[in-house]
């Protein structure tokens, strides 16, 4: 008789991961509105500067909120004898502490930064947004817990929903202001600030802030300093993985190459963001998994989520590599048409993210979180040498290349390093048939259709695309059990019949 723990994972997976995809998807959305419209309502120059002094404190900030958060969830997740007040605490004191220093360390050094980059108006924009060093951090540190919880709509209030919305609506009044920099500036402050309130909003709901906040024991923030520390030194390299593309442009080039290459970079999370869909539920479960003792369990967990990954990302990765100048115009326009080559350049390079599964959030799972920080180092290493060589004479695609080699290398370990500790591995049969058959399909219709479409044509491309990846998934994809009794669940709620597609299916289901 299977065990009902063992069930849990693949189905909490399954419910969890659709339901935050769908406000990530949302988030996202909303997201690349903002971005364009700022990218828009801003010259080049300005906005490179600006979203170089962005890049530069969210990407230190994001390095200390995304540690101490899964700090949080792991600690939460795992077996220990401490409260989840004294865990809260603790992640709570150091994000407070880490942040502080962060505010004062960017206000001094300000002006040596702007020299560093070549960039004078730097030392004048990066005081604006320093508060997002403190705000961000304390923010993850409550997500933590909504993540323990699996609790996914309130990930995706909490998470997505709520700061992309309340920073549109002051992008928004800056526009009708006439005050464009302004308004991006609050965009920016408004989305780690969503996530702090949000997350207090969690507890204040639940009823849990007074039982649940109080002064940590030394115990428990002694463990979760110890999850934080090594993630954070690990996440420094995942921080410079996804921040050296810019920094370098502004070094070896312009502030308008700058302009140019951040416009586009929030096109790229098309590679990924189904990875944070799907990592939310993983974590925890992962984690469980791993303390059980149930290895195999966990190596079908990690299997069947990279197969659901990939499956899902395929088709609007290749509309972004074969229509990169499409895609460009309809969101840019013309001015920006230098960003598309590196566009396809970063969206095909960084789908090897995709393929080698969730291997971060196991690599935490299993409790080698120094792990990361060796196979980041070395992939930082690469991504600043091919930068080096390449941006000076390729420009922005360049960067992007460079960026997906450091990834690439960062990915590979990591999954050596995971197999090495485990034995299991994300790779199967399935997805070398799912992504033979997607790609055939996307190329032979960019060739029929050229590269020069509309935002009609462009879309029939991806919803094409997308029919054949699901098709794919569901005749070539090896469907397991579980994955059977989640499709049978899902035709329940849509009303749509997909199982008779499925090799080896009952005839009543073919009929």
């Not at 920094?247 to 140019?260: D, H, K």
């Not at 899902?312 to 990169?324: C, E, H, R």
Request: glycine content about 12%.
């Amino acid at each position: 008789m299977p065990d009902p723990d063992e069930d849990e994972s693949s189905a909490t997976l399954g419910e969890s991961a659709p339901t935050v995809l769908v406000g990530i998807v949302a988030g996202s959305a909303l997201a690349l509105a903002a971005e364009t419209y700022i990218a828009r309502s801003l010259s080049p120059d300005v906005y490179g500067a600006l979203a170089l002094a962005y890049t530069l404190i969210y990407g230190v900030s994001m390095l200390a909120g995304h540690s101490i958060g899964d700090a949080v969830a792991r600690t939460l997740s795992g077996v220990n004898g401490h409260t989840p007040g004294q865990i809260l605490a603790s992640g709570l004191v150091i994000a407070g502490g880490l942040g502080l220093a962060l505010i004062g360390g960017g206000y001094l050094a300000r002006e040596q930064l702007a020299q560093l980059a070549g960039e004078p108006a730097l030392a004048r924009y990066l005081p604006w947004l320093l508060p997002i060093g403190l705000v961000y951090p304390a923010g993850r540190v409550f997500d933590g817990m909504i993540q323990a919880d699996t609790n996914a709509r309130a990930e995706i209030t909490v998470r997505h929903l709520l700061p992309r919305t309340a920073g549109i609506l002051v992008l928004g009044a800056g526009s009708l202001a006439g005050a464009s920099l302004l308004g991006a500036v609050s965009y920016w402050l408004l989305y780690p600030l969503g996530i702090l309130a949000g997350g207090v909003g969690y507890l204040v709901v639940g009823d849990r802030l007074t039982p649940t906040i109080h002064w940590p024991d030394r115990r428990a923030f002694g463990e979760v300093w110890g999850q934080a520390w090594p993630l954070a030194a690990s996440a420094s390299m995942f921080t410079l993985l996804s921040s050296l593309d810019v920094l370098m442009i502004g070094v070896f080039a312009s502030s308008q190459e700058v302009g140019y290459y951040r416009a586009i970079r929030p096109l790229r999370q098309s590679t990924t963001f189904l990875l944070s869909a799907f990592s939310f539920a993983f974590l925890p479960m992962a984690t469980r998994q791993f303390d059980n003792d149930r290895i195999g369990r966990l190596g079908q967990l990690f299997g069947t989520s990279t197969k659901w990954v990939v499956t899902a990302t395929l088709p609007l990765t290749s509309v972004f590599v074969l229509y990169p100048e499409a895609v460009v115009h309809l969101l840019y326009g013309p001015t920006y048409s230098p960003a598309a080559p590196a566009l396809a350049a970063l969206a095909g390079g960084l789908f090897v993210r995709t393929l080698t599964g969730l291997d971060g959030d196991l690599v935490k799972a299993i409790d080698r979180p120094r792990v990361e920080l060796w196979t980041g180092a070395v992939g930082v290493a690469g991504n600043v040498l091919v930068n080096a060589w390449l941006i000076p004479r390729l420009g922005i695609v360049g960067a992007a290349i460079g960026t997906a080699v450091g990834y690439g290398v960062y990915n590979l370990l990591e999954l050596a390093a995971i197999y090495r500790a485990t034995g299991i591995q994300p790779f199967s049969w399935a997805i070398v048939r799912i992504a033979t058959l997607v790609g055939a399909t996307a190329a032979a219709i960019r060739w029929l259709t050229g590269p020069d479409v509309g935002v009609f044509t462009l879309s029939v491309v991806g919803v094409l695309v997308g029919i054949v990846a699901v098709c794919a998934l569901l005749v070539g994809g090896d469907l397991t059990t579980e994955e059977m009794g989640a499709l049978r669940r899902l035709e329940q709620r849509t009303g749509v019949s997909l199982a008779w597609m499925v090799p080896g299916q009952p005839s009543d289901l073919r009929s």
